[in-house]
């Protein structure tokens, strides 16, 4: 049987969709690109906003559209959330909560009778993530979270939190090292409380996986910037954890920031920020940023708005909010006229752009190990452009004979300029 597999939203569930392929392989199922070619199509939605709802939605009616004989089953936040409405979806045949994800697989082929003896059964030989084209995989190693930001659905879609043993972790990525995978990054709704329920903690099996993995990259997904073990910060000094960190702010206003009730103030930002920098010269700080929170005043704004502009960022996600039935901030008082949040969207977008250039700037002369992926732009006179991130989750884009692949390699590249979007980069003989 061939299954295509579809994903909305957040980098956890680009994780969960990778071991959902790894399953339905070993049960001698074939992933594939191609959704009208498939007889099974499963869909992790998304419902962190009203609009991801919506796309959920849209992308639900447009599989079943353009592949009617296709089974459709669907699982994620918006399945949760809504089980009742996707279930009635025109197509949907199998809805798969977020508690019973772990048995998405055995669910699927149980309930809608598609766990007949398979051609063969393996373990995968052409690992799913280069079917699906990807060079680097993506590891949930948690789930749910315990707090409860004002803005947030998420928690509510996700329930508890809940860690995978270290040593679960651990085979993981070996075996997809095994197949050919260099690069993997940890993910979980609330990474920062990984082992919170086992009793331990993120370090712990960051300091597990680089001692019982060769795994030559390890990246963190989004972290919440409290609850960092002591020692988290020694933890770079090791090369192969990369130096990059998606930090959400979400504001740069103390005041916003006690009615979103995250539970890092600005100061304390600052200071983490302040020794990843001090530890690793070109460390790059991401971020999230929502804009027009519930009763933000142009004073609050314009706070947020130096915060954001003297800490720096390498990247901001900017979210103008918007309210999620079911959360807290949905009933604050003080709700924002959308022309005031898209000038104040407006604004923050000129100034994360320019910030990024900076950052780029601030790396041209650096020489990096380069792991490249398979994407690439033919050129005229026999050439391709190839990108490829360096350790800091710099985009570098080179020019190479059309002839040469360097994809899933890591080699040495020189920055040289900045381009679009990108930095320029050349590799070093």
């Known amino acids: 049987m061939k299954v295509h597999l579809k994903t909305l939203g957040c980098r956890l569930n680009e994780a969960e969709l990778e071991t959902w392929a790894q399953a339905f392989q070993k049960s001698g199922h074939q992933i594939t690109k191609q959704a009208e070619a498939a007889q ?10 009203q609009d991801a709802a919506r796309k959920s939605r849209q992308l639900i009616r447009k599989i079943h559209r353009d592949n009617p004989q296709a089974k459709l089953v669907v699982s994620g936040c918006y399945a ?7 279930a009635s979806l025109l197509g949907v045949d199998l809805i798969v909560s977020n508690k019973d994800k772990d048995q998405l697989v055995e669910k699927t082929l149980t309930e809608l009778n598609m766990d007949s003896m398979p051609v063969l059964s393996t373990e995968p030989g052409e690992i799913s993530l ?14 749910g979270c315990r707090y409860r930001c004002t803005f947030c659905i998420v928690t509510v879609a996700r329930g508890e939190e809940s860690s995978r043993p270290v040593q679960a972790v651990i085979d993981e990525i070996n075996a997809l090292h095994r197949q050919g995978i260099t690069e993997v990054i940890l993910t979980g709704v609330h990474l920062g409380g990984y082992g919170s329920d086992l009793g331990n903690n993120l370090s712990d099996l960051i300091k597990a996986i680089l001692a019982k ?3 030559p990259r390890l990246r963190l997904g ?43 103030k600005t100061e304390e930002f600052a200071a983490i920020v302040s020794r990843l920098r001090a530890k690793i010269p070109n460390f790059n700080v991401t971020t999230d940023i929502i804009v027009g929170f519930p009763g933000e005043t142009e004073q609050e704004w314009q706070d947020s708005y130096d915060f954001i502009k003297q800490t720096g960022f390498g ?38 752009e320019q910030m990024k250039q900076t950052f780029f700037e601030d790396n041209v002369g650096n020489e990096f190990p380069v ?27 080179c020019v190479i004979g059309s002839d040469v692949s360097v994809e899933n390699r890591t080699l040495n590249c020189v920055i040289s300029a900045v381009g679009e979007g990108w930095v320029v980069g050349e590799l070093v003989e």
Not at 374 to 396: C, H, I, M, W
């Open 315 to 352: 990247h901001i996600h900017i979210f103008t909010y918007s309210s999620r039935e079911g959360t807290k901030a949905a009933g604050l008082p003080g709700q924002l006229n959308n022309d005031v949040k898209k000038q104040r969207s407006r604004q923050l977008h000129e100034l994360a």
């Open 130 to 143: 280069f079917t699906r084209g990807r060079q680097r995989a993506f590891v949930k190693v948690q789930d």
């Open 40 to 49: 099974l199509i499963v869909i992790n939605s998304c419902a962190v906003t």
């Open 213 to 215: 993995t060769d795994i």
């Open 222 to 264: 989004s972290l919440e910037p409290w609850e960092l073990p002591g020692d988290f910060f020694e933890l770079f000094d090791n090369p192969r954890l990369m130096p990059h960190l998606h930090l959400p702010l979400q504001s740069g206003s103390d005041t916003v920031l006690r009615r979103m009730a995250r539970r890092c």
């Open 371 to 397: 792991l490249w992926e398979g994407y690439s732009e033919a050129l005229a006179d026999g050439k391709q452009r190839v990108f490829g991130y360096t350790p800091n989750y710099l985009k570098v884009g």
């Open 80 to 86: 949760t959330l809504n089980e009742d409405e996707a």
